[in-house]
C-alpha cells in the first residue's frame, strides 16, 4: 500500500504565501504522476496541479502564474507553493499518487487532506 502524509495547511490572509508538502511511503512502487486537488466547501473536488516523473506540468486556470508544483523523484514527494492567496483559495487539498507496483498493478493513492484557510 502507498501512504500519503500530508503537511504544509493554515490559515493566511489574502495575498500571503504557503507550501504544501507531500510524502508517498511504501514499498515495491513507482510513481508517475503526483499532484494536488482540492475542495472548497459545497463544492467538488478540483484538480489543482500535477507534475509528471518527466516534468511535465498541469495547472487549473485559477492557480496558473499563482502556484507551483515540484518533485523530488528521489524522495517520492511533492511540493505545492501557493502564492497570493485568495479568500476563494480556501478548500481542503488532497494530495494524489498514481503509478504502478513492482507487479506492474497501478494504484492511486490520496492523502488524508490538509485545510488551508485564506482571510479576507
Known amino acids: 500500500q502507498v501512504q500519503l502524509v500530508e503537511s504544509g495547511g493554515g490559515l493566511v490572509q489574502a495575498g500571503g504565501s504557503l507550501r504544501l508538502s507531500c510524502a508517498a511511503s511504501g514499498s515495491s512502487f513507482s510513481i508517475n504522476v503526483m499532484g494536488w486537488y482540492r475542495r472548497a466547501p459545497g463544492k467538488q473536488r478540483e484538480l489543482v496541479a500535477t507534475k509528471t516523473s518527466g516534468g511535465s506540468t498541469n495547472y487549473a486556470d485559477t492557480v496558473q502564474g499563482r502556484f507551483t508544483i515540484s518533485r523530488d523523484n528521489a524522495k517520492n514527494t511533492v511540493y505545492l507553493q501557493m502564492n497570493s492567496l485568495k479568500p476563494e483559495d480556501t478548500a481542503v487539498y488532497y494530495c494524489?499518487?498514481?503509478?504502478?507496483?513492482?507487479?506492474?498493478?497501478?494504484?492511486?493513492?490520496w492523502g488524508q487532506g490538509t485545510q488551508v484557510t485564506v482571510s479576507s
Open positions: 494524489n499518487a498514481q503509478g504502478t507496483r513492482n507487479w506492474g498493478s497501478p494504484f492511486s493513492s
